[in-house]
């Protein structure tokens, strides 16, 4: 008997969705996830390095600001070897012309450079022994620089990137006989995305037996929870019938309970070789009632247009 | 009831095979899949950078047209550089030995060259702040470019292609005691693909209760569907039997109702570590009727010959 | 009967759950997983190669320890080609200046330093064929020592690495209305981990028939063995009923029996489309029982702190 | 009742077993998998690229015989361009001190290698139009072969290998009451592989209802056909119990219908979170009857070693 109820309680426990977010986060209308796919929490007390994560900041960096990067590094190490060459005496560097102190410190910050990118026109070339040295290792650095950021290029171009754009706000729609929660997707580049899935969980406070608001988790039934082929566009579409947790529902209840629909795609992007996913949330605000989508697809001749900018246009009805 | 008709128009919708086209693409004799493997959909109004989509056309490039392009750029840059050069004036380019304005110009031109691929020789250096300047951030451009290029190679290299080769047509050939759609792949280097999966979907216009046309899709049951290894070739072969969407379906009428048979392949290529996929698909007028193929292995001593240029030989029976 | 018989024992030995351990390793206070994941085992007789294994150790060198192997390397390439240099003869490399032994073999030095890196300056060059040769084999050398660093740098780059750190100890800790084994992870960087599954395996030493000890292994039934995303922390939580391994053992049966608590776990890294995987484990003496471990999550405006120090924290009831 | 007939056949065809071999591989005493896992087929009639197959030809050879082909394409594209200088005539390139014809050659191919390896001293440069514009392009060809190389090393390095070594031999060992076919693989590295799959498939010639010798293929069932764990030594097992293709079969037998035990082995390298595959085959001959493995583990403190030079290792009963 006793065994029984644990079994039960446990059961229960078991049965209880949870998308890894807990229980507990109730409020201050706070989203689960941000519109760039993040999850909303903060880490902290990481490491330093945990923190800085620096692979994935610059893998992820925007390339104008990746590209000022490089340059401000490249500016900042000549002017530090710079500064030890004209330390160490602009005797030592063979060739300098430069007649007072700001020449004969800007031809060291050139030599620096000429020595970095390995140019090495030998106009100025380095003569004794601690210049040569110095001049040595900043050769090597700059080699060893110059692969890190080959790897970093690399990694840029072949990051995985789901190249899906979402429609501004999910509507509520008449569909069939009944209505239906329905958004829509597009893919914006022209690769292969194939064996799409999506995964759609509807999220909002309820309130428990002691009083308390908790978080409860719903994975929503799909018309067509799959594609094999994500050429174009695709509305994903939550028919509302009873044992829908959004059935009898009005647009005031989902406000006040902070409603969230939360969104999960994964493919596989055929043009790379690569799994590729996304993640999106409409929140209770971002839902519009009774308005339908209009259409994006428009034949033209021997091929189908897909019209982008009408991704999120709907009318009222 | 009325809950009852809900659920059988939502689970009539649900049940619809959809290979994400949608209903509506009927006509003017397009085809789905173009023979690249590329779906037949435009895509407009995409912003700059999705257009571009700079990555994968520079990967998806043929050889030779990269190399060219290569080569135009490095010309289009020296001729940039070159010129800033020349109008700085060639007094800041030490060891210019030209006479004429000519002669000057090409060595600005070359002295850029040397700058731009770090060879650097020296003969001709730059001096005064503005051209070492100049100098200095032509061989970062340089170095970056080159890192860039590296990644690009590296790209197009491993890039994932499955090497399938299809027959130029499918037949309808007698199989066992009824008949069966057949068409005939080949692997066309000697990468290992092993767990190969085939689907196939048989696609045409059909007109529903409003006499609207429509495009259906159909899943069609293979003899096998599956090979643990793909080494050489593999004959795919659907059955035509009761209740199969072709069952006593005339040439005629697989001509008007735009047929289409589209093929997806799947395989994981085990030389690189890479899932591969393969596209296809052959419309009602590439499909031969009442012919057969003609064998491609042959038996020589200790190894098995697979003839490749029999691949889209048949014999009409 | 003997066919029966025969069945019977085959059927128990295909049920023998096994990690790929074996039934033999049974004592010396050994555990079968150490805390950095690695298995305990020791390959005896490796040829030089897999010994050697020089990829997978570059791979997953410090990085301080990698930079430094480097310059070491630099250093002593450097030295063997300035011997070589210098033994040839200093008067075939025009433009040095040093006046004595030790000077023109420094000076040696950092022409071959200068070939490795492709700087070459020019000040001084090579002159005559031997040395010429050499200077033009050292400077390809360097070409491809450095193509090799730039690969061994974006691996080291993007090497697939789980960021999952485990409490310290696991605990026994009340549970509904029994007790439950349990132990907290935590994802220390802004990776978006989704999809996470976790295996865990009891493992202890049991006496068979014979009386022999041997080790046996039980999957333990998890309240949830899957999250959708690993974005912040995960309680794992084995709930102790009828028919777990763990019902009614006492820590000291278990201290005993060498139990230890294996862990495996495997997601999907979304930021760099890599499956990660991380295992540990918890030996006997790593299990504290009667506790409970303190709250990381706390509420902070609109975003949802995670206290990263208080993972291994728990409170003796 | 034709409807029927035509079913059961084609039922018969779809329940075959097939590899992807086909039935009619048919002796000469073949095998159909080779040792180094390759499949005995030769492809005919391939397109020029196909046969070459350049990158996998690259990244699959040995690291000797691939240092060695750079250094002899490095002499040959030096040889080339040193001819060309030196047809343009060697007072196009500034600094030559050669006195003789072959002096000047070699002066002109080690001024080659400077530019073609960027090092560029200086000593030597190029003066005039043409034979400076064949300097640009000879830098030019340098970085891009090197940006080549570059990747080739990366993909020679990160290249999926399954460091999976098989026994010489299967066994046919007693095996509980009954017998089974055994053979055994060792993990020759320290990758950690983990949920390691085993197919083994029996292939034998057998003869059809019209006396023609056919190929058949039957999937053997096996003790254990997966390990979570893949870190140390596995012995793979088949009991050979009623049902078996093997049941009652003798040696003699075997080796008459040209048996073949073919095995695939599909596992995760963790270690670079690659999947990895392993073929091998044995064929009659190979299989030992009446013989045991002898023990590959032995415990050696708080580790246990695995013996890897016993993995063939069996005595006779």
Redesign the interface.
């Known amino acids: 008997m006793?065994?029984g109820?644990?079994?039960e309680?446990?059961r229960n426990?078991?049965e209880r969705q949870?998308?890894?977010?807990?229980t507990?986060?109730?409020g201050?209308?706070?989203r689960l996830i941000n519109k760039n796919?993040?999850?909303?929490?903060?880490?902290?007390?990481?490491?330093f390095r945990?923190k800085l994560?620096l692979?994935?900041r610059l893998i992820?960096m925007p390339w104008l600001k990746f590209s000022l990067l490089?340059?401000v590094l490249?500016l900042v190490v000549?002017f530090l070897f710079a500064t030890i060459y004209y330390s160490l005496g602009t005797h030592h560097l063979?060739?300098i012309?430069g007649t007072n102190a700001s020449e004969k410190y800007?031809?060291s910050f050139?030599f620096s450079?000429?020595?970095l990118?390995?140019?090495?026109?030998?106009?100025?070339?380095?003569?004794g022994?601690v210049t040569?040295?110095i001049?040595?290792i900043e050769?090597?650095i700059?080699?060893?620089a110059?692969?890190?950021?080959?790897?970093?290029?690399?990694?840029k171009?072949?990051?995985?990137v789901a190249?899906i754009r979402y429609s501004e706000t999910a509507l509520i729609a008449p569909y069939?006989?009944?209505t239906a929660l329905m958004f829509r997707i597009v893919?914006?580049?022209?690769?292969?995305l194939?064996d799409?899935v999506a995964?759609v969980?509807f999220s909002l406070l309820e309130t428990d037996k002691n009083g308390a608001k908790i978080r409860r988790y719903y994975t929503l039934d799909l018309?067509?929870s799959k594609?094999?082929?994500?050429?174009?566009n695709?509305t994903i579409v939550h028919?509302i019938?009873?044992g829908s947790p959004l059935w009898q529902k009005t647009e005031a209840e989902m406000l006040e309970a902070e409603a969230e629909v939360i969104i999960?795609l994964n493919g596989?992007d055929?043009?790379?070789?690569?799994?590729?996913?996304s993640?999106n949330s409409y929140i209770a605000k971002e839902i519009v009632w009774n308005a339908k989508f209009v259409a994006m697809?428009e034949?033209?001749?021997?091929?189908?247009?897909?019209?982008?900018?009408k991704l999120s246009e709907y009318d009222l009805l």
């Open positions: 006793a065994k109820r644990v079994s309680l446990i426990e078991k949870d998308l890894g977010f807990g507990k986060i109730t201050q209308n706070t796919g993040q999850f909303n929490f903060r880490l902290v007390g990481q490491d945990s994560n692979y994935k992820e490089i340059f490249f000549n063979q060739g012309v800007w031809e050139f450079a000429q020595t990118t390995t140019v090495g026109y030998g106009r100025i070339s380095p003569i022994f040569s040295a001049a040595a050769s090597l700059g080699l060893l110059f692969a890190l950021a080959t790897g970093l290029l690399y990694g171009f072949s990051r995985p190249f069939l006989d009944t893919n914006e580049r022209d690769h292969q194939i799409m995964i969980v018309e067509r594609v094999a082929f994500f050429a174009s695709w028919p019938i009873e999960s596989h055929d043009s790379f070789s690569q799994s590729v996913h993640r697809q034949p033209a001749g021997q091929v189908t247009d897909v019209i982008m900018n």
